[in-house]
């Protein structure tokens, strides 16, 4: 019940998170995302990492992102309504590519380890922070698909963790902490040297 | 089983204006006023009725037809639907394709009476109405198929699954409840193209007054007196049929009780419209198509839930 | 010692950072190197002498394949340390820099502990990936190699370096993650549903062990993710696009790591997954997507190589190139996989004098365009007569160590039969050694710029490891000693 209620919330937060257009809106879905990783880690009985899971998805990093747009213009933070409408379609298409894997992988051994609708959501999730990388052009957006992108990776390996795991997901959630701090950091300097978070504007380096 | 069937007919044809006097009064008191009487639709209608008409000499017959036409093919919608749940006698195989066509020819009949008066701003204002309605009908026809689609998987005839009154006669709420959570975001679907059908914002602001952004309200400027009150009466009993098709998914079927939910379901919606049109502002018009887009995505995401399982 | 070998940077870093006046960062990072070229070497010693070292119940028990990868690492970083203490005494001595690339805007520098303090983090992760077992500390591993570079990258603080290491991180990071996935999928193929064993930290021999039981579905999609996630890191053409940017903006000496360290680093996530392929009987078809990696990063290096006029990007892209020509022989295996481990040592040592060299260029001659430098053997010649030996040797002339390996690495094409394949490898290579003299050539001859002095002081420590480098890349190519012989052959055959 509360496994089935997450998973489609969480496909739920993907299209939301791809259908905004306002970067502010897209870290509170950020936090959702951390909040429904959590809260199926306490499905599956992990209580050290769900504390860790809430802690560190679900509030540390979306309040790194959120302290980070606080100090950046306010009409910066706004996407193009032709690309948010793009997105959707491709998530859609995502979501689609994702059911047809799943159809095709499926067998006995992924029936045992996978919840149903897991393999397919996970996929979408990392699908859709995908497309938030490279189809929106501001820096920030792209930081929020690779959190994204982060957490269908994390759903995937969900069934796989067991008690002798937990070192190595503990390990993994702090290199992402770490990874968003260093992105946080740049992209105040890219704010700071470029007046804008476009990453349009990165035209100098090329052949 | 008729005999209740008209009963809930009756008490739509009665309390359709009650929806616009709520949405009114849930902006007002939103706003911190004290708004307009609940009954103020009513004395609108008896007013109009009373005064005469006057109808500019370059129009023609279908100026004098469009309000009556709509009226009718309104009620005749309406009674298509599986009011307060239970089956409406009128129902047949694919009466939902007539349902749809149905409203459209009421707008057709508005369009052709807007661009009858020959006024500039008319028939702009047909010309949105236009494009609106032919994005919202496909959104329409998608999420219909999402539910025939899942009616059919739940083991329905043929026939049966392509007629309203069990699309939405309660089945629908009965499958979300026993754990098909995706089908929770077809009501949401329903609630938007009700606003985008019924002319509301953030597609277009029934109260505005300045010509040049309306949509709806400029078409019907050159009607007055019993024809605008055939009007203003149709358009509350459009309202009724779309928040019929929201409260059609949310309630399930518990015979005589779903009646009262029914209608309680649908007094809701208009509170719930009533807190959109307080709390939101008009869409820019380029925007009214992502608007529609998103609801179609969200029809779209549903069904390839559902086809999932 | 294998813990030894991660907690000296980690300490020397933590304490440049903390108390780090820029006398005490540059007197301690060549200490720092030596100390860990010595645990190294005494940790090949060990292992070539058949020992297996291990620590930490397990996770750390570097191989053959690990230890090399650990030496190459190990001696560009003691090189690179000599020349950095050069480097940051040049760079404090000029202040406030102009950004020639972009706009002419004045900057200054990153603090100079913080930098001393992240290549040694860097040097850390860099081990860590090498001596590990366990497939996911590797991975972990390698993500910190790229948050511990991305602050080296942003070491001149202008906007092209910014628009650099934002690349570097955003495209390093996604594929990672993308690696992360594979690694799961890994798991996945391994997952039976009766016995969930542990496998214990040394993942890959468990995993090689039970290969035979593995999902062959599961496993090939596993190894596709590990390719494009490790093959981003690694620069695999289409995969590349990050690495001449961060390549040509970062300080030379961090592009020397980057190139020459870092990216057989990355490779060997690569070659684990290659490893449990083979073993599960599916070493067909990861060599195939090896070979055509290999061969499309050769073609892109080729076409990008000719008129290439940024010459530190000319490097970037000789990098693509090789690390093309090493997935190439991994893939086709045999003769050829030993060929690719001598040309993964050759490659590094070439590499890393290259981009040492062109730090110097860069100093004095303030450009980047192969065009605008002139002369280049009037007025440096130490620098440019080793520039024009570097070249030689990059581009596989004999008597360099490349051209051994490169030929190698022909002959196993031939052996294994591969005939049309070793035409277009001789091709491209032949494409890309005019690609690269005509560049070269033109910077080293012609007429000094007027206002540039004639051969002036050259500081010591800006060429004496270069001519090391050099040294140890010409002899090589005259005659590999047996010791290294029996250890790369040793490393060769874990990958077939």
């Known amino acids: ?207 | 089983m008729i005999g209740i069937y008209l009963l809930n007919l009756l008490l739509a044809l009665l309390l359709a204006p009650l929806l616009l006097g709520i949405i009114n009064r849930v902006k007002a008191w939103i706003a911190g006023r004290h708004g307009k009487p609940l009954l103020q639709t009513y004395y609108d209608l008896a007013k109009l009725c009373q005064k005469s008409e006057v109808i500019s000499p370059t129009c023609g017959l279908f100026f004098r037809l469009a309000p009556a036409l709509q009226l009718t093919v309104a009620v005749a919608a309406l009674a298509l639907l599986p009011l307060g749940g239970q089956a409406s006698p009128l129902r047949f195989t694919g009466d939902f394709l007539l349902a749809a066509y149905l409203l459209g020819l009421g707008r057709f009949a508005l369009i052709l009476a807007a661009l009858d008066t020959g006024s500039s701003f008319e028939g702009m204002g047909a010309s949105r109405e236009a494009t609106f309605s032919a994005l919202a009908e496909p959104i329409f026809f998608l999420a219909i198929s999402v539910l025939t689609s899942l009616h059919l998987d739940l083991g329905q005839t043929q026939d049966q699954a392509f007629s309203l009154s069990l699309l939405f006669g309660g089945q629908s709420a009965g499958a979300w409840l026993s754990g098909k959570y995706e089908l929770l975001l077809l009501p949401v679907v329903f609630f938007l193209l009700l606003l985008v059908e019924n002319c509301r914002i953030p597609v277009d602001d029934p109260t505005t007054h300045l010509e040049l952004t309306m949509i709806h309200e400029v078409m019907i400027l050159d009607h007055s007196g019993p024809n605008l009150a055939l009007i203003l009466y149709a358009q509350a009993l459009k309202l009724w049929f779309f928040a019929s098709l929201v409260a059609g998914l949310l309630v399930p079927d518990l015979g005589l009780a779903s009646s009262l939910l029914w209608i309680a379901v649908i007094f809701l919606v208009a509170c719930a419209i009533g807190l959109v049109e307080a709390s939101m502002a008009r869409l820019p018009l380029k925007r009214v198509t992502t608007f529609l887009g998103g609801a179609g995505a969200m029809a779209a995401l549903v069904l390839i839930f559902s086809q999932m399982r | 010692m294998l813990i030894a070998i991660l907690a000296l940077p980690i300490v020397t870093g933590l304490i440049m950072l903390f108390f780090g006046r820029a006398l005490l960062c540059r007197l301690l990072l060549p200490v720092t190197a030596f100390c860990h070229t010595l645990l190294t070497a005494a940790i090949a010693w060990q292992v070539a002498h058949g020992q297996k070292p291990s620590a930490l119940a397990g996770m750390l028990a570097p191989d053959a394949l690990g230890v090399l990868f650990l030496a190459i690492a190990s001696v560009l970083f003691l090189a690179v340390s000599f020349y950095t203490v050069s480097y940051l005494r040049e760079e404090e001595r000029i202040g406030i820099h102009t950004n020639i690339l972009l706009d002419h805007g004045q900057f200054t520098n990153q603090p100079e502990r913080r930098f001393a303090a992240f290549l040694c983090f860097f040097l850390a992760s860099m081990s860590l990936v090498t001596i590990t077992p366990h497939m996911g500390v590797q991975w972990v591993s390698v993500e910190a190699t790229t948050l511990s570079s991305a602050p080296l990258i942003y070491f001149h603080r202008h906007k092209s370096s910014l628009e650099a290491t934002w690349k570097y991180l955003i495209i390093c990071s996604v594929g990672i993650a993308l690696a992360l996935l594979g690694n799961i999928l890994l798991s996945v193929a391994f997952y039976s549903p009766k016995a969930p064993a542990d496998a214990g930290f040394d993942q890959v021999a468990w995993f090689i062990a039970h290969a035979k039981n593995a999902n062959p579905t599961w496993l090939k999609a596993a190894f596709v993710f590990l390719v494009v996630g490790y093959g981003t890191k690694m620069g695999l053409a289409p995969l590349h696009n990050w690495l001449p940017d961060a390549h040509s903006q970062a300080p030379s000496l961090v592009s020397a790591l980057l190139s020459g360290a870092l990216l057989n680093c990355a490779m060997l996530g690569l070659l684990r997954g290659h490893q449990i392929m083979q073993a599960a009987q599916l070493g067909e078809m990861s060599s195939q997507m090896l070979i055509f990696f290999g061969l499309f990063s050769l073609v892109t290096a080729a076409v990008f190589i000719v008129g290439q006029g940024h010459y530190k990007r000319l490097l970037a892209y000789s990098s693509v190139e090789h690390m093309g020509i090493l997935a190439l022989g991994i893939g086709v295996g045999g003769l050829a996989c030993q060929g690719a481990m001598l040309h993964a040592v050759v490659h590094s040592l070439t590499k890393c004098l290259l981009f040492l060299l062109s730090g110097n260029i860069l100093a004095r001659y303030h450009t980047y365009s192969s065009y605008d430098v002139r002369g280049l053997r009037w007025t440096m010649p130490f620098t440019g007569s080793l520039w024009l030996a570097g070249f030689f040797a990059i581009a596989g002339s004999p008597p360099f160590g490349l051209f051994v390996s490169e030929m190698l690495i022909f002959k196993g094409l031939l052996a294994q039969g591969y005939v049309w394949l070793a035409i277009s490898y001789l091709v491209l290579l032949a494409i890309i050694f005019v690609g690269l003299s005509v560049a070269c050539l033109r910077m080293v001859q012609g007429n000094r710029p007027l206002d540039m002095p004639k051969s002036p002081r050259e500081p010591v420590l800006s060429v004496l490891p270069p001519l090391v480098l050099a040294i140890c890349v010409l002899g090589l190519g005259l005659c590999v000693p047996d010791a290294l012989w029996h250890f790369l052959v040793r490393a060769a055959s874990l990958i077939g």
Request: aromatic share 10%; charged share 15%; hydrophobic share 60%.
């Open chain 1, 1 to 207: 019940m509360l496994l089935n209620i997450c998973l489609y919330l969480l496909v739920l937060s993907n299209f939301l998170l791809l259908g905004t257009s306002r970067v502010a809106q897209m870290t509170k879905y950020t936090a959702l995302q951390g909040f429904l990783l959590a809260a199926l880690l306490f499905d599956f009985g992990h209580s050290v990492l769900t504390v860790a899971v809430l802690v560190i998805k679900g509030l540390v990093l979306p309040g790194l992102l959120w302290h980070t747009l606080a100090k950046m213009p306010k009409d910066s933070l706004i996407c193009p309504h032709r690309l948010v409408a793009l997105d959707v379609i491709a998530g859609m298409a995502g979501l689609a590519f994702a059911i047809w894997l799943d159809a095709r992988l499926g067998s006995d051994l992924t029936f045992n380890l996978f919840p149903k609708l897991f393999l397919p959501l996970g996929l979408t999730t990392l699908f859709c922070g995908l497309i938030l990388i490279i189809g929106r052009v501001k820096a920030i957006t792209q930081v929020i698909g690779y959190l994204a992108a982060e957490n269908g990776i994390f759903l995937l390996g969900m069934p796989l963790m067991t008690q002798g795991t937990t070192w190595f997901e503990l390990a993994l959630l702090l290199d992402v902490f770490v990874a968003v701090f260093v992105m946080g950091i740049a992209i105040n300097r890219i704010s700071d040297s470029f007046a804008s978070m476009d990453v349009d504007r990165f035209r100098s380096l090329r052949d």
